[in-house]
């Protein structure tokens, strides 16, 4: 990990001064690293583990996610990031979205030392984030609101992830199944990831999750306990129906619409989808060889899942 955070970091620092400050900008004020943990660890599968080319795949995806970073805040109107101001905040949009393109060109030219392979598998998952991103802001166009928020998810979270697994297995010279194992486990973690997000952003307590309740209502977003919430008919589904049609800006409505969601099942069926999906990543490992990174892999599915409390 220090080997993949001192390469992104001198990645960055590549050109004109007047870009660095604002590349290195997100990278510098830290982050989970997740990415290219994941990407690390899939290696391990391979007969190259940790290899200089798994560590610029490492690199690739984490610069891929900050470009997607700046982007987000762009489209959101955000004013912090990881406890600093956001790019657009601190300067404006502008440099915010050159920041981000800077930043692909960044990955370009570290996947055009990776081979084709790599080219070609970046092209299609960042076609699907690009999707994703583009399928959130038509909305659902009249279809179903749970298969499009599905979907949304799948293309802006879980295919990053599922790429760290491909990339890191990949470049490690893993067998094509356990490569496929890993993007798959990847896929599956990230969508358990997100619906554990948008679970506890409803119903944690503040002093355990150090996130406001419903901060996505009040943003006029709705992630899928409030969508199978909405769509009961019972007089909880009735009344969320009347209250949620877009943003929210005062607090007595917020309040009443989480307590009209935590007295319906939109929790139960969402968990159901988390479990749905555990097993998913179970499965994916069981193909991959017993060791101690597949106990460990394991484990981080189980603790994400364990983050609802």
């Known amino acids: 990990m220090q080997q993949v955070e001192d390469r992104l970091l001198r990645e960055l620092s590549i050109g004109e001064d007047f870009l660095v400050d604002k590349v290195t900008h997100l990278a510098r004020a830290g982050g989970k690293r997740f990415r290219p943990m994941f990407a690390l660890l899939a290696s391990e599968f391979g007969a190259k583990p940790l290899s200089d080319n798994v560590i610029k795949a490492a690199v690739v995806v984490e610069i891929t996610h900050l470009a997607t970073l700046y982007h987000d805040d762009v489209m959101d109107e955000a004013t912090m990031r990881r406890g600093v101001p956001s790019a657009n905040s601190r300067w404006d949009n502008s440099v915010a979205i050159l920041a981000g393109d800077i930043l692909l060109a960044h990955a370009s030219r570290l996947m055009s030392q990776l081979g084709m392979e ?115 008919q019972t007089e909880v589904g009735a009344q969320l129906r009347e209250i949620l049609t877009g943003p929210i800006e005062d607090d007595d409505t917020v309040n009443r619409a989480l307590d009209l969601l935590a007295r319906s099942g939109g929790r139960s069926e969402a968990l159901a989808d988390v479990h749905r999906y555990m097993d998913i990543a179970n499965a994916e490992l069981d193909r991959l060889p017993d060791n101690s990174v597949k106990d460990a892999l394991r484990n981080l599915a189980i603790f994400t899942v364990q983050r609802v409390g």
Request: aromatic share 8%; glycine share 10%; hydrophobic share 45%.
């Open 118 to 232: 790599t080219v070609a598998h970046f092209a299609e998952t960042f076609g699907e984030l690009v999707t994703g991103q583009m399928r959130e802001t038509v909305g659902a166009r009249g279809g179903d609101p749970v298969d499009h928020y599905m979907k949304v998810i799948r293309e802006k979270t879980a295919v990053l992830i599922a790429s760290a697994g491909f990339l890191g297995s990949m470049h490690a010279e893993a067998t094509p199944e356990h490569v496929d194992a890993l993007k798959k486990f990847g896929a599956a973690v990230g969508m358990i990831f997100q619906i554990v997000d948008d679970i506890i952003d409803i119903f944690s307590e503040t002093a355990e999750s150090g996130k406001t309740p419903g901060t996505d209502l009040r943003e006029g977003v709705f992630t899928l306990p409030v969508l199978y919430a909405m769509r009961e």
